[in-house]
Structure formats: C-alpha cells, structure tokens
C-alpha cells in the first residue's frame, strides 16, 4: 500500500472542468439506523469514532491538496452529515473552507434527515457558508417508511422542512417509490404531500434491491415483495406528469426542479466532469484519472492515521471509452440531452462518428429524438433509459 507520498492532484486551475475538478464530494457516514434498502457506506452504532473520522479526513485533505482550491460546488453527503453534533458539523465546516474556496454563487449542499436537524445544527450550517440542504424524506406514508426501515415518522419531514425554510432559500426532497407493498394512491399522496411543502427541488427514485441490503435478503426469503412492473411505471409515469404538471421541470431521469434550482453538484457528474471526493468510499475522478476510497471504516481510520492512501487502485479510461460514457450520461440530462458540439468539445469525439448508427436505431425507435444539434431522451425512451444507454456504451 503506498503512503500518500504524492499529491493526487497535479491538474493546474486552466485545466478544463473535465480535467481540474470545480466540485468537491465530501462523506459523512455515521447513521442513527441502517436503512433496509442502503448500499451507500454509511453505519450505525459508531458515532463514538466522528472526531477520529474528522481528523482522519483533515489528513486526507492535507496530504491531498496543497493549497486551497477554488469550486463552484460542494456536496456534504452520507451516511447522515447531521447526525454530527453542532460542534462537528461546525468544525467539518471549518475544514472545508481551508482546503477549498467557493466562488460567488457557489453551490454548497449538506445532506440531512428529518429527526436529525434542529435550530443549532441548521444554525450552524447556514453560518459555516452552506446554502442548500437536501432532505431525505423518503416518504410521507407510516407503512413505506416502516419497509423501507426509515426511522423517522412522516410528521418529521414537514418539521424539519419548517426548520429548514427561513435559513435556507434552496432546499430539496428526495423521495423513493415503489417501497414493498406501496400502492399508486399511496405514492400520489406523497407526492401531493411534497408539493404541499413546496420545494424547488425533488429527486424521486424508484426502489432499487441492491445485492446484500437487508430488504434484498427479505425478498430472496420471501418475506417481501417487490412492487408489480406495471404499477412501478404507473408511479413514475405519475410522478413526471403530477411534477412537471407544478412547474418541477423534469431536468434529470429522477430529478425535477423549478428553473434554476437544479443540483449544479449532479450536474457535474451527468456532464462527467472532474471532482475530487474525500471521506469512506468517496470517489473521485481527478485528472482523468479515478479512485474509490475504502468502504470500510477501522481501515479508513488505519491508514489515515498511518500517513497512507485510504483508496482503491487508480483507473484511466481510454478517451473512447471515456467519450461513450460521457454520452450516456449526459443522456440522463432529459431537458438538454446531448449537445453535439459541446460533446465534442469535451471529448473530442464527434457523437455521430462515435455512436451515429445506435442514435438512428434508437430515434426510429422513438426512444431519442435528434433536433440535428442535440439528442434527447423522449417520454417513451425515459421509460427505457437503461436500454438506450447500454447501446450506446
Ligand atoms: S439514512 Fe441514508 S445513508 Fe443512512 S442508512 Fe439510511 S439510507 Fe443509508
């Protein structure tokens, strides 16, 4: 394992954004509870070890970067960022302006759950510089929050939103469909319930079983069902006209927002530009090149302390490979698509050299539709995202 004996970062700030990163994700994993369905590196029962995680990821900034960087984003994720208490929030805050710099307008998002803020915390994060909070709702119904394990009640969402309104002007909810044993009523209500609260941002995903979660182990033990194809569609049909019906344009294959409130951090990813990412399992990908940091916490702690690289081995794509994934990425953008020219500013590679027959495949298919300067995604080919895009790979 080689001690951190070399910056990761040897980009100069006149690289372009797909090379220098102007984002910065950044980990928290400490949770009150594991949720059933979670995949993310995140844990429960550990919050006695969040000042060592605090001082291992100082280390890791500092052995990383060597000198402040200036961003347009930043992304406190988790895990629970506020399950920190109001004094480690405030010196996460304190670390992430000596090693990064917003610039005016900056975006700069902590991720929270209802049950976990109060007046202090969201005191403090507004004073520390963040200016956008991404709540993680869920749901607004008792019994998809007990399948999903959810360890907040739905009377916790619309607290904390009161909480976070007056400190906070852009705040979003995220929301799962399709919990086991959901109806369509029911996930119109949440929706209704959502729109009641407001929100200029809304991420809806559909429940996803991954591998070795919980909720994944039910169904393979026929303790729970996953919720019928037909009515998972009818969901997500419903959530794209309900929202887009209440002025959330549908700017991402699950994310809806009013007109500038897009989460200019995911931007980043669906552009497939640079980002550096600190913390358990943060990834980043940083002149071209990309890294996983260890998902496993005594281990993060270990080889921090030790003055070691907490990540995984380093991949470099090759610039086709590195083209056709930036397609289908920018793919999930449904409002703008893929720009022809900005692709091949960013890549190098003109879109129909690269992937001219599958786009013709998919437009005669009515999946894409092809304005001669960008390709998008149609309602129909929202509905098979997944299938397009694996073409185009
Ligand atoms: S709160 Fe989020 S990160 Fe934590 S266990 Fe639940 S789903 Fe995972």
């Given at each position: 394992?080689?001690?951190?004996?070399?910056?990761?970062?040897?980009t100069?700030p006149?690289?372009p954004?797909?090379?220098?990163p102007?984002?910065?994700?950044?980990?928290v994993?400490?949770?009150a509870?594991?949720?059933?369905?979670?995949?993310?590196?995140?844990?429960?029962?550990?919050?006695?070890?969040?000042?060592?995680?605090?001082?291992?990821?100082?280390?890791?900034?500092?052995?990383?970067?060597?000198?402040?960087?200036?961003?347009?984003?930043?992304?406190i994720?988790?895990?629970?960022?506020?399950?920190?208490?109001a004094?480690?929030?405030?010196?996460?805050l304190?670390?992430?302006?000596?090693?990064?710099?917003?610039i005016?307008?900056?975006?700069?998002t902590?991720?929270?759950?209802?049950?976990?803020?109060?007046?202090?915390?969201?005191d403090?994060?507004?004073d520390?510089?963040?200016?956008?909070?991404?709540l993680?709702a869920?749901?607004?119904?008792?019994?998809?929050?007990?399948?999903?394990?959810?360890?907040?009640?739905?009377?916790?969402v619309?607290?904390?939103v009161?909480?976070i309104?007056p400190?906070?002007?852009?705040?979003?909810?995220?929301?799962?469909?399709?919990?086991?044993?959901?109806?369509?009523?029911?996930?119109?209500?949440?929706?209704?319930?959502?729109?009641?609260?407001?929100?200029?941002?809304?991420?809806?995903?559909?429940?996803?079983?991954?591998?070795?979660?919980?909720l994944?182990?039910?169904?393979?033990?026929?303790?729970?069902?996953?919720?019928?194809?037909?009515?998972?569609y009818?969901?997500y049909?419903?959530?794209?006209?309900?929202?887009t019906?209440?002025g959330?344009?549908?700017?991402?294959?699950s994310?809806?927002?009013?007109?500038?409130?897009?989460?200019?951090?995911?931007?980043?990813?669906?552009?497939?530009?640079?980002y550096?990412?600190?913390?358990?399992?943060?990834?980043?990908y940083?002149?071209?090149?990309r890294?996983?940091?260890?998902?496993?916490?005594?281990?993060?702690?270990?080889?921090?302390?030790?003055?070691?690289?907490?990540?995984?081995?380093?991949?470099r794509?090759?610039?086709?490979?590195?083209?056709?994934?930036?397609?289908?990425?920018?793919?999930r953008r449904?409002?703008?698509?893929?720009?022809?020219?900005?692709?091949?500013?960013?890549?190098?590679?003109?879109?129909d050299?690269l992937?001219g027959?599958?786009i013709?495949?998919?437009?005669?298919?009515?999946w894409?539709?092809?304005?001669?300067?960008r390709?998008?995604?149609?309602?129909?080919?929202?509905?098979?995202?997944?299938?397009?895009?694996?073409?185009?790979?």
């Open positions: 394992m080689p001690a951190v004996s070399v910056l990761i970062d040897s100069s006149a690289d954004p797909w090379i220098r102007r984002a910065v994700y950044l980990h994993p400490f949770c509870h594991k949720c059933g369905y979670c995949d993310f590196a995140s844990l429960a029962g550990a919050d006695h070890l969040a000042d060592r995680y605090l001082d291992a990821l100082a280390r890791e900034l500092s052995l990383a970067l060597d000198g402040p960087r200036e961003v347009h984003s930043i992304f994720g988790g895990g629970t960022p506020t399950r920190l208490d004094t480690q929030l405030d010196r996460l304190a670390l992430v302006r000596r090693h990064f710099r917003p005016d307008g900056a975006e700069w902590v991720e929270a759950n209802p049950g976990t803020l109060d007046e202090q915390k969201l403090v994060l507004a520390g510089g963040v200016n956008r909070i991404s993680g869920q749901s607004f119904q008792p019994s998809s929050l007990e399948a999903l394990e959810r360890k907040h009640r739905p009377e916790d619309s607290r904390a009161e909480l309104r400190r906070f002007d852009r705040w979003s909810l995220d929301l799962i469909f399709a919990a086991p044993g959901s109806t369509l009523d029911q996930w119109q209500d949440d929706l209704e319930q959502a729109i009641s609260l407001g929100p200029l941002h809304l991420s809806c995903y559909g429940l996803i079983f991954e591998k070795g979660t919980a994944w182990k039910q169904r393979h033990a026929g303790l729970v069902r996953a919720v019928d194809e037909e009515v998972e009818a969901m049909a419903h959530t794209i006209d309900r929202l019906g209440a959330l344009e549908q700017y991402e294959i994310n809806f927002a009013r007109d500038g409130h897009e989460s200019r951090h995911n931007l980043v990813y669906w552009a497939n530009d640079a550096y990412g600190f913390g358990l399992g943060a990834a980043r940083v002149g071209g090149a890294a996983v940091n260890t998902r496993d916490l005594p281990s993060y702690l270990r080889r921090l302390e030790a003055g070691l690289d907490p990540s995984g081995p380093v991949e794509l090759d610039a086709e490979s590195r083209a056709r994934e930036t397609s289908v990425l920018m793919l449904t409002a703008i698509g893929i720009g022809r020219r900005e692709f091949m500013d960013r890549t190098g590679y003109a879109l050299a992937c027959s599958e013709a495949r998919s437009v005669s298919r009515g894409l539709e092809d304005d001669g300067e390709v998008r995604l149609t309602r129909s080919g929202v509905f098979l995202a997944d299938s397009v895009m694996s073409e185009m790979l």
